[in-house]
């Protein structure tokens, strides 16, 4: 076989390749020494620079060796190398397809390492944004950056102990006058079960890591945030569940600027005597008032946030249906009623109990509002009740 590559003799790659190497085995987390390997963005920015110059490289290899021996060639010293008694077991998958994906080869040992801690993670994150490479679903899966977990999973500890949640005394009378045509308010256990579980999704540590990524990825340009999205592909197995978390991303995006505030909302409501066909009348009340004026009266949103909405809006055309597999809280806490997406959410609920051909269908009751008490259906009209009427969280006043 003959090296056909002119730019670089096949000495000169090997030379190259070992050192490649030697950076994925820091990567991974060690040094030669077995002393950890501490990783800031300067660092992981290089060595996405190395990946990128293996995917450059053997893409001209084979745009320039039209017998493929030079391909050949680098199979050959590849499989040489790996033969080495000496070469490390955690570098096994070493391949020519590996290498011509060399960026999401460092992210995917990058993401792997063992030691890695919060402040190296942001690191990654930073460098794969700032550089513009690939996001792949390893480093989404791992929860992106979480630059500020600490300080907020701590933050929220004391703001669960100091915020008191008033306890529900009130005791409903059974035989109290029926409401609403014949529906008897939401009990208050139900009320509680739904407060406590939007409680338990906004201070869970999978929800704080998610935040903290989204505060980070949507700090960026709306060009780079979307590419990074765009990037997030799943296998066709969990291609749907891969889409839902990138919603679940971007409607986190749209409150982590008032995180507190909002937990503060949720903690401080107190049970009212209220239908679910009150709620639901208030609720028409105030997507028919939708204006500028409305608009004007609630927070003002920053550029981002109106561009993270628009992309929300475009992305979920036809396909709302997807609302209904993330938690009822968020997203009632994200869209703000002005938004087209709200009425898209809340068309949803429409065809729910119209019994229209809504793609999924969230409960087994009846199409009467008041056959719904304690269904997934009937949650949601609360969330979106309770965060748009009550706590008013999208509201200055």
Known sequence: M?????????EDFVKLLKGFVDLLILASGFQSSGAPAHWDAENCGKALKWGLFF???????NNSDSSGESVREVEEAISEMKANPLFPKGLENLSLDTLSRGREFVLEHLMNNSTLNDKQLQAVLVAAVESGDVVNGKLFERQ????CVSALETGLKVLSRNVEVKELLQKENKDATLVGGGQQPVEVVTWNKWQSRSLSYFLSKRTLRLVSGASLIFSAPRAQWAEVLGRLKGSAENKDDMFVEKIELLLLGCVTSRWTNLIEGIMSVSYKSVTVSEQYEELCKLLLQRSKGLKQNEIALNSNVEEILEYL???????????????????????????PLFGLYFGE???????DH?????????????????CELAERVWCLYVFHIVCRCHQTI
């Open 2 to 10: 003959t090296w056909n590559y002119p730019e670089i003799s096949k």
């Open 313 to 339: 809006t475009e992305m979920l055309k036809n396909r709302s249906h997807h609302l209904w597999k993330l938690p009822s809280a968020l997203t009632a806490a994200a869209i703000p009623s002005w938004s």
């Open 358 to 374: 809504s793609l999924t269908r969230c409960c087994s009751c009846d199409k009467d509002l008041n056959e719904h008490k304690d």
């Open 55 to 61: 995917e450059n490289m053997l893409r001209s290899v």
């Open 144 to 147: 992106a950056v979480v630059s």
């Open 349 to 355: 609920i429409e065809k729910q109990l119209k019994l």
